[in-house]
Antibody
Framework: QVQLQESGPGLLKPSETLSLACSVS?????????WAWIRQSPGKGLEWIGS???????YYKTSLKTRVNISMDKSTTQFFLKLDSVTAADTAVYFC???????????WGQGAPVTVSS | DIEMTQSPSTLSASVGDSVNVTCRAS??????VAWYQQKSEKAPQLLIS???TLQSGVPSRFGGSGSGTDFTLTISSLQPDDFATYYC?????????FGQGTKLEIK
């Protein structure tokens, strides 16, 4: 059974870098699948942040592109999110998810709440 | 960027009712639309992909239709467990855009 689990600091100060990891169990990284980060601000809808594919190709939401980096470590079946220069607007629950090429997010982590506050 | 606009934002219905949630894309998206159910800001569950393909394990009272720019999620014979928030999503390798959500409430 595929499971995803987010981990990382839950509280950041403005201007710091948000760093989260997603640990994948029950599945190995292979072609045909991609890995993504999605967030949800309190009381708001879902926002895709970006995705990384098996070959390392990444895609990011246009408005976040200058601040975000997603990477993966196939040896540990983890993938990572870094978001620079955070502000209060980046306060959200951050979800990691698996997608199948040609389809979309079929397995999600439980979510990691992140608060940005001075 | 493509925008996905859902309607209504809130929908009140009773157990046993059938309901429709609509999603309109700001431009042509073929059939690359999915529908998710989310409860209390927990992880969303994928219900339907490619506009009408029901995911394994999802009850058959859920159905999806549409292509091009207009899409519909239909839930027939509502069950108590169905009261939740529903999101449509356009998906492509380099872009994933969610609608703003439709909250389905018990009347």
């Amino acid at each position: 059974q595929v499971q995803l689990q987010e981990s990382g600091p839950g509280l950041l100060k403005p201007s710091e870098t948000l760093s989260l990891a997603c640990s994948v169990s029950g599945f190995s990284f292979r072609s045909g699948y991609f890995w993504a980060w999605i967030r949800q601000s309190p009381g708001k809808g879902l926002e895709w942040i970006g995705s990384v594919y098996h070959g390392g190709i990444t895609y990011y939401k246009t408005s976040l592109k200058t601040r975000v980096n997603i990477s993966m470590d196939k040896s540990t079946t983890q993938f990572f999110l870094k978001l620079d220069s955070v502000t209060a607007a980046d306060t959200a629950v951050y979800f990691c998810a698996r997608g199948e090429s040609g389809s979309t997010f079929d397995v999600w982590g439980q979510g990691a709440p992140v608060t940005v506050s001075s | 960027d493509i925008e996905m606009t859902q309607s209504p934002s809130t929908l009140s219905a009773s157990v046993g009712d059938s309901v429709n949630v609509t999603c309109r894309a700001s431009r042509y998206v073929s059939v690359w639309v999915a529908w998710y159910q989310q409860k209390s800001e927990k992880a969303p569950q994928l219900l339907i992909s490619k506009a009408s393909t029901l995911q394994s394990g999802v009850p058959s009272r859920f159905g999806g239709s549409g292509s091009g720019t207009d899409f519909t999620l239909t839930i027939s014979s509502l069950q108590p467990d169905d009261f939740a928030t529903y999101y449509c999503q356009y998906y492509m390798s380099d872009s994933h855009i969610f609608g703003q959500g439709t909250k389905l409430e018990i009347k």
